[in-house]
């Protein structure tokens, strides 16, 4: 496993690894061979570097955000009003984030290896990192523990209407 992120541009360990270290199975997207969305949570957290050819199809490199957080360097959570103002700020690198997991579910897609577990999965992970603001938040203005686990549970609803929604009328690819 890779302890940070690549420095590379493009996210291939070197010039002459184009498997990410996996020589047996020759996937470029390690994280959803196996659906279970386990290794797809090491690419958000920093795990593992961003699978070659990623910059050229997202036109960004990942940058680490904060403690155990990888993602988009701009963008902000997309939740079109529904939760309050502070939550949107406390949560923003975890948005970022699972914004770069959704990229690498569409860069995964383009070769045939998306996974709708591993879609889920992404979304426990901002679940997870929304989970570690209010965990730790104290008193933010108004914006409290509570407040914090409320917006929290919208946004996770959120995620799960949207992929049923998505899986049920699509293919499921966010």
């Known amino acids: 496993m890779i302890a940070a992120i690549e420095p590379i541009e493009g996210g291939c360990a070197n010039d002459y690894d184009y498997v990410s270290g996996d ?29 070659c050819g990623f910059r050229a199809f997202s036109h960004y490199s990942p940058r680490r955000l904060g403690k155990g957080m990888v993602g988009r360097r701009s963008g902000s959570c ?11 700020r406390a949560f923003t690198n975890g948005c970022k984030s699972h914004d770069y997991g959704y990229d690498l579910l569409r860069f995964a897609a383009e070769s045939g290896q998306f996974s709708l577990a591993d879609r889920r999965a992404a979304d426990s992970q901002l679940n997870t990192f929304m989970g570690g603001v209010c965990g730790s938040t104290g008193y933010i203005g108004w914006f409290n523990k509570g407040r914090c686990q409320l917006n929290r549970a919208a946004v996770s609803s959120g995620l799960r209407a949207n992929t049923s929604y998505d899986a049920t009328f699509g293919d499921g690819v966010p």
């Not at 996937?27 to 957290?45: D, H, K, P, R």
């Not at 997309?78 to 949107?88: E, Q, R």
């Open 23 to 51: 020589p047996v199975n020759g996937s470029i997207w390690l994280a959803l061979v196996s659906g279970s969305g386990v290794v797809a949570c090491e690419y958000m957290t920093g795990g593992r570097a961003a699978p």
């Open 78 to 88: 997309s939740t079109h009003g529904l939760i309050a103002a502070d939550a949107v």
